[in-house]
């Protein structure tokens, strides 16, 4: 059973401050879509509005086409894996699995049969009898994740599900979790802070902050071709360089900035060039070199692969990269060449 | 944790509120009546069981005996409790388990019943005067508060500061008041708080140690209710109501009402 | 070093606690079995008296139906308590405590203006002409248990909102999601977590109202004797302090039974403890 998801316009309010502002997304069904920000981007609210946790002040919720948002909870038959595992106390690890089944009527032999079936599953079957608080971390989580998937929802959402793990378990668990979403082919939301944990799992991941969407895409095309700033620098181009295109000579275009900057960009690799942009590039794509962007060199660090440097530049102080055979001190005057494929081209958001 | 509730559970809360809520304030109906028996709602308003309260040396002199043992009790248990709590805390891996259990007997064991231990042990047998037998009576039964409460309070103190002041050259002991103490202040005013409503109200310990000439107030409203039926208890009632809302308000004023929420 | 100086500082507490209630506590029970007629002489003669018998088993029906009637009332008021908006929260937690700072001759007298002969009760039955005489309310046992009630529900709706409110609020979300609606989320999540709490409760109930003195001594008078009040003649009346110190031994008994007993049974029904 799967379903696609529909959020329209959703805006959400606690007291006074807006911490969603008209949050349109689409799941389609069987998708696996991150939701990933720093605290207070608004993630964790999407999710407990879906869950119905939260009721929005505008918009609307669906479901496979069935309109949720003024249904409560408890009937909107979507499975939750809570960041601090939620497993009732009191109850065995079975009985734990069992309960959303309980809930639906389902009678005491068969529901026991099915909840040992999906505790085979997640490799549990011989700590059916335990209580929660007898269980490891991961153990908890893997309950967590038997009693969400029994209830076979059409959408599963996971709230920061890894983030009470080790990080050797983090890797498994995702691992684990991603695989049994393809074999039952459920729509999922994952809510995370983790940039590598949304990339390595998901289909599509929506960038969030300040209650909004900045950019939702495949983790190649985020990864490498953010569309502003804010997922630039969130997806780690740390220096944003302003230039406006000086010449064009076919898919060459030479590009100056502050300070007598002069950058030649192929248009091939990068794509069009406006005539105004920001250059964004990884240290890596900032490279010591004969000619480009001159700079004065502060603070070097020693990364095993290369250097290093603080780089202070007319336009602003950058993070540059130098290679080991050639180090040099600070103070040292240079020039800087981006490198193209750690580079990517922003629209200039100041001119527009 | 907030929902939808049941209206009929609220419905219920709100009843409940009323049985809380309602007696006291017939109390109040009850001491302004201007008759010589005690009713409500009141017929005709007078002030003048307030002034009876003070005319008769009974009330007089037990309420100054109740703030006396509520004081010094409350004083003298936050002198050896604080340290106690200390040493539990500080050194609680040197210290036998069972001696927190100590601290805490005095509410296990029913006040009536060591009271009148106190009276044969202690008032009589050991031949204690009736005024420092009260005392230790008062002491034993308010020293829990002051344990549990300023335990609680350093359970939360990290210690790493202390050794962070005495590695700055602050002597241990200089270092207890200027560092440890501020920090657990919140502790020491609740403590200090409850010992002191819990010794004024105290009725089952005194009502063995009182003795002639010195009584406490809630053993002479026992007494005299026994006797009269005259709207002054009830006067008394709301003076010792008065005081409760005053205490409410230094801890308002001192940690926030939100601290009386936990 | 620690040793010495831990024990230093707990030293005066630890002197008063002994000296002043261990050792007179002890005298009190050990004198018990020191009656010259055998060692259970006293016990003896204690369930040999019918009144005394009585007494005890009035007692602790007056503390059972108190228990009970303050779970009752203190776990549903807890629960909306705990479930009201924040700022109500706060004003109905401040007026639990209000009653609770207010001391038990206090609580115990206002019921007297209530339920006596000229009390709210009687004044309004005979001016509605339901009845021609006053009804004799006080000096029963349901006018003890009333006030007794009156006195450990605060107690008891304080103590279950806090055991409320540590119920996590994403276990209570998780049983949403798995279609739990309101009352089964509150039959199979709440009251199962809340059951150590209940006991923790109806001890501090329990042990209260079976040593409580004053209003026993108020409501129920020299009719209605409780172990309490029985001490108290027996010691300072009668002067009869072998018979005081046996029912002393009965109600130490009955507390420590009943506080050790049930806290094992919390512990084992505990599982938020492992």
């Known amino acids: 059973m799967t379903a696609a998801l529909t959020l329209d316009g959703l805006t959400a309010h606690y007291g006074t401050t807006k911490v969603l502002d008209d949050l349109s997304l689409d799941v389609e069904a069987g998708e696996l879509v991150s939701l990933l920000g720093a605290s207070g981007c608004g993630k964790t609210t999407t999710l407990r509005l879906i869950a119905g946790f939260l009721a929005p002040t505008a918009g609307r919720i669906a479901l496979g086409g069935t309109d949720l948002t003024r249904l409560p909870a408890h009937k909107r038959n979507i499975g939750l894996v809570f960041q601090n595992y939620a497993l009732f106390p009191h109850l065995s ?76 378990l983090r890797v ?71 230039l406006r295109v000086a010449a064009r000579d076919g898919a060459a275009v030479t590009a100056e900035g502050a300070g007598g900057a002069t950058v030649t960009l192929d248009q091939d690799v990068l794509g069009p060039i406006p005539d105004r942009f920001v250059l964004a590039t990884r240290p890596d794509g900032l490279r010591i070199a ?27 102080a950058y993070v540059a990269s130098g290679p080991l055979s050639a180090p040099r001190d600070m103070g040292d005057r240079v020039h800087l060449a981006p490198w193209a494929e750690q580079c990517c081209i922003l629209p200039d958001e100041a001119a527009a | 944790m907030t929902g ?130 009260l005392l230790i009576g008062h002491t034993l039964i308010v020293l829990p508060y002051a344990v549990r409460v300023v335990s609680a309070a350093l359970a939360s103190f990290d210690f790493s500061i202390e050794e962070a002041a005495i590695s700055l050259g602050s002597p241990p002991v200089k270092t207890f008041f200027t560092i440890v103490l501020p920090n657990v202040q919140a502790g020491v005013i609740a403590a200090f708080i409850l010992a002191f409503i819990t010794s004024i109200n105290d009725v089952s310990v005194s009502l063995f140690l009182t003795g002639p000439g010195i009584s406490t107030l809630p053993i002479q409203i026992l007494a005299h209710v026994e006797q009269f039926f005259d709207p002054v208890v009830a006067s008394v009632s709301v003076l010792l109501m008065v005081l409760t809302v005053a205490v409410m308000a230094v801890v308002e004023r001192t940690l926030g009402l939100t601290f009386l929420a936990k | ?91 109905l937690i401040i007026m639990a405590v209000f009653p609770l700072l207010t001391g038990v001759v206090v609580r115990s007298f206002a019921w007297l203006i209530i339920l006596g002969r000229n009390g709210i009760v009687n004044n309004t039955l005979v001016g509605l002409g339901i009845t021609a005489e006053p009804l004799p309310m006080i000096y029963t046992q349901g006018s003890v248990i009333v006030a007794m009630v009156y006195l450990f529900v605060p107690l008891m709706v304080l103590t279950l909102v806090g055991v409320l409110e540590n119920i996590p609020d994403d276990v209570i979300q998780a049983a949403q999601s798995l279609g739990a609606g309101p009352f089964a989320t509150f039959r199979e999540v709440i009251f199962p977590l809340a059951v150590p709490g209940l006991i923790v409760g109806a001890v501090l109930v329990f042990t209260g109202s079976f040593t409580s003195y004053a209003t026993p001594q108020l409501l ?45 049974v919390a512990k084992r029904l505990n599982p938020m403890a492992t």
């Open chain 1, 93 to 168: 690890v079975r009985e734990n699995v069992a309960f959303g089944l309980k809930q639906r009527g389902m009678g005491g032999a068969e529901r026991r049969a099915k909840a040992d079936e999906m505790l085979a599953r997640v490799g549990l079957q011989d700590l059916a009898a335990r209580l929660p608080g007898e269980l490891s971390g991961g153990q908890r989580q893997r309950v967590a994740l038997a009693r969400a998937l029994v209830i076979e929802p059409p959408l599963l959402m996971f709230d920061e599900p890894l983030s009470n793990l080790d990080a050797k």
């Open chain 1, 290 to 316: 004969e000619d480009g962007i001159p700079a004065t060199l502060g603070l070097r660090t020693y990364l095993g692969r290369s250097y290093q440097y603080r780089a202070e530049t007319p336009a602003g």
């Open chain 3, 220 to 264: 129920g008078g020299e009719r209605q004797m409780v172990m309490g009040t029985l001490l108290h003649q027996r010691a300072m009346v009668a002067f009869d302090w072998p018979g005081a110190a046996t029912i002393s031994a009965i109600m130490v008994a009955v507390t420590l039974a009943v506080v050790l007993g049930m806290t094992r």
């Open chain 1, 172 to 242: 498994d668990m995702r691992v684990e979790i991603r695989q049994l979403q393809r074999q039952n082919g459920t729509t999922s939301v994952f809510v995370t802070h983790d940039q590598e944990e949304a990339f390595s799992i998901s289909d599509r991941v929506a960038i969030m902050d300040a209650g909004r969407i900045r950019q939702l895409d495949t983790p190649e095309v985020l990864y490498q071709r953010p569309a502003n700033a804010f997922v630039a620098r969130f997806v780690g181009f740390e220096n944003l360089i302003p």
């Open chain 2, 4 to 133: 939808r509730l049941h209206p009929g559970l609220i419905a219920f809360a709100v009843a409940v509120y009323i049985f809380l809520m309602g007696p006291l304030v017939i109390v109040i109906g009850a001491s302004l009546s201007d008759t010589t028996y005690l009713t409500f709602p009141p017929q005709g308003l007078t002030l003048r069981w307030f002034e009876r309260i003070f005319e008769m040396s009974a009330f007089r002199r037990t309420m100054i005996t109740s703030f006396q043992m509520a004081t010094l009790s409350t004083l003298l248990a936050l002198l050896i409790g604080i340290p106690a709590a200390y040493a539990l805390n500080r050194f609680r891996i040197a210290l036998p388990s069972w001696l927190s259990t100590l601290f805490v007997l005095p509410v296990l064991v029913p006040e009536i019943v060591l009271g009148f231990s106190l009276l044969r042990s202690v008032q009589v047998g050991a031949g204690v005067p009736v005024f420092w037998a």
């Open chain 3, 1 to 91: 070093m620690k040793r010495l100086a831990g024990w230093t500082m707990s030293a005066p507490a630890t002197l008063l606690v002994a000296l002043c209630l261990i050792v007179p506590v002890t005298a009190t029970i050990a004198a018990t079995f020191v009656t010259g007629q055998g060692p259970f002489a006293a016990y003896a003669a204690f369930f040999g008296s019918g009144f005394r018998r009585a007494v005890l088993i009035r007692t602790l029906e007056i503390a059972g139906a108190t228990t009970i009637l303050s779970l009752l009332i203190g776990f549903l008021t807890a629960y909306v308590v705990s479930r009201a908006p924040p700022r109500w929260r706060s004003i």
